[in-house]
């Protein structure tokens, strides 16, 4: 299979890198070279790290040498499934998918690893809407058994076929849903994590205090403020505001203090400072 992931952060690293340990051909593409740099080289420690626990199929260097790194979007030409990993933005994404539309070969599929943005929406201005899906990925995407395969309104069975069996070639354990916003893991998980800053907020308790209480309390593995840093508050504010818009239900508002540490670049984990500091 020739695999096509475009974005090199944190998911379209972590995509790449288990489609190349499954032995698929991989191109990945962003749009700098220090994208570029900056994901091979988180591969090459994840890779590493799984090599030295004995849980990789081959070398890291056989791995890696599977996965050709480009800034060029004609370079996915050949590929039989493209899956798009950039910033959750609607327009962004569609002007992606607008373009991949006329470069990859007719027959090849396109999915995004969107959290929730509108998998139809997508598939319309791809102009291939039945061979058009979501394939949505967990993070960190090494260690996470799900994805989330999401149809479309015109998704083909084939095409949901397909992606099911690169899926499980992958290592990974499919479950399909519809397309709603948020699908089903953010649309529970998202305002869960909503709530907690919101408790940050209104000083219920300090944030390490509610993250041990849902860490001891509810055996969840990372509390929901050191999630939110770790998935990116920039991408949880996007995934509130597809809710809030998507569904109208004022629940789903987002927190204006999630909202005000977007504004102040405070990201998480990624800008080294969120919740905590790193
Ligand atoms: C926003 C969306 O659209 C959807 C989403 O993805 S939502 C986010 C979903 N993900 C989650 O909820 C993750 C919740 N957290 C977890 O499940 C766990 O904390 C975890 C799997 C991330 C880590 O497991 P853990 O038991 O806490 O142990 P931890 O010690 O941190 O890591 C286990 C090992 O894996 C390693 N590891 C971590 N990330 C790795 C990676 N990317 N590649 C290879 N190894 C990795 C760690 O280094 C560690 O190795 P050692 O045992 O040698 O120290
Ligand atoms: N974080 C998470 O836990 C999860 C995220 N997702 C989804 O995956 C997608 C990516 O998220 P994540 O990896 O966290 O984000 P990151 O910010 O880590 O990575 C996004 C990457 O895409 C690049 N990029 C931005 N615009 C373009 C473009 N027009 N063309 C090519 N590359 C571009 C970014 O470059 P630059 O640095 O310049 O912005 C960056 O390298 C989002 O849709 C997100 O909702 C899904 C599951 C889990």
Do not use: W
């Amino acid at each position: 299979m020739n695999f096509g992931v475009i974005g090199a952060g944190q998911m379209g690293g972590g995509i790449a890198q288990v489609a190349a340990q499954s032995g698929f051909t991989v191109v990945v593409q962003d749009v700098k070279q220090e994208f570029l740099d900056r994901g091979r080289a988180v591969i090459e420690k994840s890779l590493a790290k799984l090599h030295e626990k004995g849980r990789l199929m081959g070398t890291p260097d056989e791995v890696l040498g599977r996965i050709q790194f480009t800034t060029e979007l004609t370079d996915f030409a050949d590929c039989d499934l493209v899956v798009e990993a950039i910033v959750e933005n609607e327009a962004i994404k569609a002007q992606l998918f607008r373009q991949l539309g006329e470069i990859v070969k007719p027959d090849g599929i396109l999915a995004s690893n969107t959290s929730s943005i509108p998998i139809t929406s997508l598939a319309t201005v791809s102009g291939r809407p039945e061979r058009f899906i979501g394939m949505h990925f967990m993070n960190p995407v090494p260690l996470m058994a799900l994805v989330e395969v999401i149809r479309g309104y015109s998704t083909s069975d084939e095409t949901a076929q397909k992606v099911t069996e690169a899926a499980r070639a992958m290592g990974k354990t499919p479950v399909e849903c519809n397309d709603f916003p948020g699908f089903v893991s953010n649309r529970i998980l998202m305002p869960m994590l909503n709530e907690a800053i919101q408790c940050v907020m209104e000083g219920v308790a300090e944030p390490e205090a509610i993250d041990q209480i849902m860490k001891l309390g509810m055996n969840h593995p990372m509390g929901p403020l050191t999630l939110a840093d770790f998935i990116g508050l920039d991408t949880c504010l996007a995934i509130m505001e597809v809710l809030h818009q998507g569904l109208g239900d004022d629940k789903y508002r987002p927190s204006p203090l999630l909202r005000k540490m977007v504004q102040a670049g405070l990201l998480g984990r990624k800008s080294g400072r969120g919740f905590y500091s790193y």
